[in-house]
T-cell receptor, first 114, second 119 residues
């Protein structure tokens, strides 16, 4: 199963673009890359998922290079309300028997400053 | 649509007491799971279930029991609480238990958490 590596924490200022990179050197051919966001005192929520190139939704963009060994979550013009922990999941959410077993790492703690 | 509901939101126990954390979902999800979250540790999987009558261990199952008698409910039992079990507990569910090669992953939906303190 693919192991992911993310920065432990990041600080940013309001209005800036924030990029959080996740390394997953052992990603398998069939693995999708999924990101979750967790606000303080809440459970995580799904924000974006992709397989290759670029995916964009109303919350974020996900950039995946051709070799797929890393991915970058991009948050445009962050505000104080984007302060959260961001988790990257690859492969570790699947068992060999074909069911799900979602394994989260420690995530990246983003703090947005005024 | 209530989604994933956890009760209670807060609980204080004394060492050795038992209790059950409740989790219910109204989305007809096959897959349900329990996590604990400690400061600086991220989310750690305790137990999960791929359907009624089927449960399996996660990363940190010791000290916890689960059962899945219905699709909707997945209670987490602490038989003899210990201070090391002080944590925030999250229940989560997803529509399907089964992934397919080449298909996107199912989304996981979380409850709002239960903050448990064991004195």
């Amino acid at each position: 199963l693919a192991k992911t590596t993310q920065p432990i924490s990041m600080d940013s200022y309001e209005g800036q673009e924030v990029n959080i990179t996740c390394s997953h050197n052992n990603i398998a051919t069939n693995d999708y890359i999924t990101w979750y966001q967790q606000f303080p005192s809440q459970g995580p929520r799904f924000i974006i998922q992709g397989y290759k190139t670029k995916v964009t939704n109303e919350v974020a963009s996900l950039f995946i290079p051709a070799d797929r060994k890393s991915s970058t979550l991009s948050l445009p013009r962050v505000s104080l309300s984007d302060t959260a922990v961001y988790y990257c999941l690859v492969g570790d959410m699947r068992t060999t028997s074909g069911t799900y077993k979602y394994i989260f790492g420690t995530g990246t703690r983003l703090k947005v400053l005024a | 649509n209530a989604g994933v509901t956890q009760t209670p939101k807060f609980q204080v126990l004394k060492t050795g007491q038992s209790m059950t954390l409740q989790c219910a979902q109204d989305m007809n999800h096959e897959y349900m799971s329990w996590y604990r979250q400690d400061p600086g540790m991220g989310l750690r999987l305790i137990h999960y279930s791929v359907g009624a009558g089927i449960t399996d261990q996660g990363e940190v199952p010791n000290g916890y029991n689960v059962s899945r008698s219905t699709t909707e409910d997945f209670p987490l039992r602490l038989l003899s609480a210990a201070p090391s079990q002080t944590s925030v507990y999250f229940c989560a569910s997803s529509y399907s238990k089964r992934w397919s090669p080449g298909a996107p992953n199912e989304k996981l939906f979380f409850g709002s958490g239960t903050q448990l303190s064991v004195l």
